[in-house]
């Protein structure tokens, strides 16, 4: 199984905005419902959001309007638009199956915020 493939990181400023975007193989997007998860320094990897084959969309919490899962079904693709990011949401970020295979974890993409 292809791991996927992230990208769309960066350092951004407090309020700013950044999109991901990661690329899975077409059987893998085909057959699961997608989600971003992150993992901050020192502490354990969370959810962030979820979408599944309907469109329906769920998100943790403290990223709740200001956080938008989508996916493409043309370019097997899932993005997340950031917007109004906060130095608490500096993480590097991963996609994969919700819920998460545990073999199928990527690189991640690099998210730093600063103030």
């Known amino acids: 199984q292809e791991q996927p493939v992230e990208s769309g990181g960066g350092l951004v400023q407090a309020g700013g905005s950044l999109r991901l975007a990661c690329v899975v193989s077409?059987?893998?997007?085909?057959?699961?419902?997608m989600g971003w998860f992150r993992q901050a320094p020192g502490k354990e990897r969370e959810f962030v959001a979820g979408i599944n084959w309907s469109g329906a969309t769920g998100y943790r919490e403290s990223v709740k309007g200001r956080f938008t899962i989508s996916r493409d079904s043309a370019k097997n693709t899932v993005s997340l638009q950031m917007n109004n990011l906060k130095p608490e949401d500096t993480a590097v970020y991963y996609c994969?199956?919700?819920?998460?295979?545990?073999?199928?974890w990527g690189k991640g993409t690099l998210v730093t915020v600063s103030l």
């Open positions: 994969n199956t919700d819920p998460p295979n545990m073999a199928f």
């Open positions: 077409e059987r893998t997007f085909s057959k699961s419902a």
